[in-house]
T-cell receptor, first 114, second 115 residues
């Protein structure tokens, strides 16, 4: 069974700082995908970044990047130059290719302080 | 990008009644949709996988007779909460699997309150 663990329930950082959100996962699959989703106060789920497990190169999307350590089953999210609009719940998630289900971690509530 | 809508955005119903929530993929066809439940300040819990033209696959612990799922077309899945009780009050979110990709596109959610 897949599990996703986020050990930081809540974090606060000053605007413009860099913050790293932690995530570990467990799966017995060889083909899987990892995601970071953002859920702002509107509660709309927004895909921030995704990583295919077979790719060694870490995914990046503008200010967002991941540190994917496959052997350690770790998938952390780094937000550079944080902005007030980054304030949200962030969910780490894992999906398997064979049934397309996504399993979510418990989330990290991130506050960007002015 | 792909857009998924949900209707209604919020609904209040009386205990014992049934309520239907619709999930539509607006600009793509989705053979697979997912239904999640989210309690306040909690994560998304997958309830079931909805497949067009076949029975839904429910996660362990989810009552299939209480949460009826119908996926009658490639753009519409419905979740009916039957004989609703206050403990069914929650935020329900659907997602649709993008055609040809493994990415899920999420609807804006439906807040259900059972009085």
């Amino acid at each position: 069974a897949q599990t996703v663990t986020q050990s930081q329930p809540e974090m606060s950082v000053q605007e413009a700082e860099t913050v790293t959100l932690s995530c570990t996962y467990d799966t017995s699959e060889n083909n899987y995908y990892l995601f970071w989703y953002k859920q702002p106060p509107s509660r709309q789920m927004i895909l921030v970044i995704r990583q295919e497990a077979y790719k060694q190169q870490n995914a990046t999307e503008n200010r967002f990047s991941v540190n994917f350590q496959k052997a350690a089953k770790s998938f952390s999210l780094k937000i550079s130059d944080s902005q007030l609009g980054d304030t949200a719940m962030y969910f780490c998630a894992s999906g398997m290719n064979r049934d397309d289900k996504i399993i979510f971690g418990k989330g990290t509530r991130l506050h960007i302080l002015p | 990008g792909a857009v998924v809508s949900q209707h209604p955005s919020r609904v209040i119903c009386k205990s014992g009644t049934s309520v239907k929530i619709e999930c539509r993929s607006l600009d793509f066809q989705a053979t697979t949709m997912f239904w999640y439940r989210q309690f306040p300040k909690k994560s998304l819990m997958l309830m079931a996988t909805s497949n067009e033209g076949s029975k839904a696959t429910y996660e362990q612990g989810v009552e299939k007779d209480k949460f009826l799922i119908n996926h009658a077309s490639l753009t519409l899945s419905t979740l009916t909460v039957t004989s609703a009780h206050p403990e069914d009050s929650s935020f329900y979110i659907c997602s649709a699997l993008g055609g040809g990709t493994y990415e899920q596109y999420f609807g804006p959610g439906t807040r259900l309150t059972v009085t």
